[in-house]
């Protein structure tokens, strides 16, 4: 049941409705926002909801248990069990057959021939996210930053609440939970601005994200050596704009959806292809993720407190686990490990050569320009379906082909579009939205369904699953 479905805007309104009926009622409407939750989560494969109402009760009674102890050790031991099986969890279902089919190739590069076990499995939807949620609960209850969570129904639909449960944004325990036990109120500036954002989330998706799939992306990743080097190049540019317009889409829809219930769930995307150095793209691109990754990982490893040495080895293993978490593939790995040089040789030159002063224009773009060519290199490894085709890829962007006559079609100049306008979205978004908000209810939801209605027809696409759903 993809946010971009019919079956969703009917869930959603019927959600709505009874919702605020029995907004007056705690126990009630989350015992029911529990139900839909499970409800759009079995819509995917209801033989997961055990593996999402197991890995969630777990946390809740761990939770529990280390809050009443008092023993560091056994605290430790708690949270070292919780840990060990979420990732075991994870690992099975994501990691398995990878990790086996590694060990049988280089196995036989010693002579052996062994056979891997390969489990038939599906992945279970969302599953690397709300992992990543449960277990963020547990050690900040470990460190003592939140209370214990004392209603079950309530921590069950933390974790699996459905506007952001598929694919993020990851959220806090103390930014979510807290917000269940109080009585939700929406104003007409919340409203318009859900509604704004639920609107703007599916033009990019159909309008944007689909269409320069479609037509500029697929075909050159399907058949690089097809094609000359403006093209090859320009679908890179594409799929940086399809996965950001995609990704992107995806939080505005789950953030206005759940704004339309009272919940507040914070932003993940910040017009991330302005950054001008890598460290300033990761606080701009996913940031629930880049800041989970902060938080639980590049700081317990010991983040930059122990030398400069031991901070560039932190940062590279943050992003190696960062770009396995988003697969299980060598691709992705290559991705994480691209990022994590990048953030190393970033930090190296900002050490050796300060920005000088005064740091103009013309030198900030110049940098924008430079940090979105190495994330787009990053992503060739991402989107492409092996090495090889990523090398296809290379080799056409290097190739002396310069044609230019798949380029003539609409969808560059949606890409241009994108383009031109990603860097104005900080300054204007917000006034963009103040307007749509202080127009009256009818011509707002008048607007939205005539926007969607347009996209749709101008896309002529097949609706297609968010990207990030595969993770």
Not at 220 to 234: D, G, K, R, T
Not at 265 to 274: E, G, Q, V
Not at 365 to 388: D, E, P, Y
């Amino acid at each position: 049941m993809a946010f971009n479905s019919l079956s969703y805007a009917v869930l959603f309104l019927a959600t709505f409705g009874i919702f605020w009926l029995l907004s007056p009622y705690r126990r009630w409407r989350n015992l029911f926002l529990l139900a839909v939750s499970y409800l759009f989560y079995a819509s995917w494969n209801p033989r997961y909801l055990t593996l999402i109402f197991f890995s969630s009760s777990l946390d809740y009674f761990v939770g529990r248990h280390m809050d009443r102890s008092g023993s560091p050790r056994v605290r430790r031991a708690l949270l070292s069990f919780s840990i060990a099986m979420n990732m075991g969890i994870l690992a099975t279902f994501k990691y398995f057959n990878f990790f086996a089919e590694e060990f049988a190739r280089l196995a036989a590069v010693f002579g052996f021939t062994p056979s891997p076990i390969v489990l038939d499995v599906l992945l279970p939807v969302g599953i690397s996210f709300y992992t990543f949620q449960t277990m963020s609960y547990i050690i900040d209850l470990y460190r003592r930053r939140l209370p214990v969570a004392q209603n079950y129904a309530e921590y069950l639909l933390f974790v699996s609440f459905f506007p952001q449960l598929v694919a993020g944004p990851i959220v806090r325990a103390s930014h979510l939970l807290p917000q269940f036990g109080r009585t939700p109120s929406l104003t007409v500036a919340n409203s318009g601005r859900a509604l704004f954002l639920i609107g703007i989330g599916l033009v990019k998706k159909m309008a944007v994200a689909d269409y320069l799939g479609a037509h500029l992306v697929d075909p050159v990743f399907s058949a690089p050596w097809m094609y000359s080097s403006p093209e090859a190049l320009v679908a890179v540019w594409a799929y940086a704009f399809q996965i950001y317009a995609d990704f992107s889409a995806y939080s505005d829809i789950a953030i206005g959806s759940a704004a339309l219930l009272g919940f507040d769930i914070p932003l993940n995307f910040r017009a991330p292809y302005t950054a001008q150095n890598l460290r300033d793209f990761w606080q701009r691109w996913h940031i629930s993720l880049s800041s989970w990754l902060r938080d639980y990982l590049y700081i317990p490893l010991g983040g930059s407190r122990k030398g400069h040495a031991r901070t560039y080895i932190n940062l590279l293993i943050t992003m190696l686990l960062g770009g396995l978490w988003h697969g299980a593939a060598l691709n992705f790995i290559v991705w994480g490990a691209i990022h994590g040089l990048a953030l190393v040789l970033t930090r190296v030159w900002q050490r050796a050569f300060p920005t000088p002063k005064p740091n103009t224009r013309l030198r900030r773009f110049g940098q924008t320009l430079l940090t979105f060519h190495v994330v787009c290199a990053a992503w060739i490894f991402f989107r492409a379906a092996s090495f090889a085709d990523a090398a296809a890829v290379f080799r056409a962007i290097a190739s002396t082909n310069f044609g230019v006559g798949n380029l003539m079609k609409p969808a560059s100049l949606i890409l241009l579009a994108a383009m031109l306008t990603h860097g104005l979205v900080p300054k204007h978004f917000d006034q963009l939205r103040k307007g749509f908000t202080a127009l009256p209810a009818v011509v707002q939801a008048v607007l939205l369904v005539s926007a969607v209605a347009a996209a749709h027809y101008l896309a002529q696409t097949e609706v297609a699953p968010f990207i990030y759903f595969q993770f």
